[in-house]
């Protein structure tokens, strides 16, 4: 059973930058596609950036192409670099591990583990 846990959240100003960490427990994501997901008050859970289990693809949502960046350093952490945060930008953030290779990287249905998610808020 793999363990994730997020770190990294926090309140920033617009224009700032935020590392957000996943670290695995449990067993290696040597094998698992990741992904990050937000989730704002009111609004459905959405895709935010996915790197494939080699680290050789990567994945974005077009809201965030260009500002955040997705890399995995090891076999038990994945980060996600984000730059030039907007106010639109402010969610639960949550990492999401998956083995499924079927391109379903963007659905919440192609991961089966979740990490309890970290706060993000941007002030304008």
């Known amino acids: 059973q793999v363990r994730l846990v997020e770190s990294g959240g926090g309140l920033v100003q617009a224009g700032d930058s935020l590392r957000l960490s996943c670290a695995a427990s449990?067993?290696?994501?040597?094998?698992?596609?990741m992904g990050w997901f937000r989730q704002a008050p009111g609004k459905e859970r959405e895709f935010v950036a996915a790197?494939?289990?080699?680290?050789?693809?990567t994945y974005y949502a077009d809201s965030v192409k260009g500002r955040f960046t997705i890399s995995r350093d090891n076999a038990y952490t994945v980060f996600l670099q984000m730059n030039s945060l907007k106010p639109e930008d402010t969610a639960v953030y949550s990492c999401?591990?998956?083995?499924?290779?079927?391109?379903?990287?963007?659905?919440?249905?192609?991961?089966?583990?979740w990490g309890q998610g970290t706060q993000v808020t941007v002030s304008s």
């Open positions: 449990g067993g290696p994501l040597r094998w698992y596609t």
């Open positions: 790197v494939s289990w080699s680290g050789g693809s």
């Open positions: 999401a591990a998956g083995r499924d290779y079927s391109g379903n990287y963007h659905r919440p249905s192609g991961y089966d583990y």
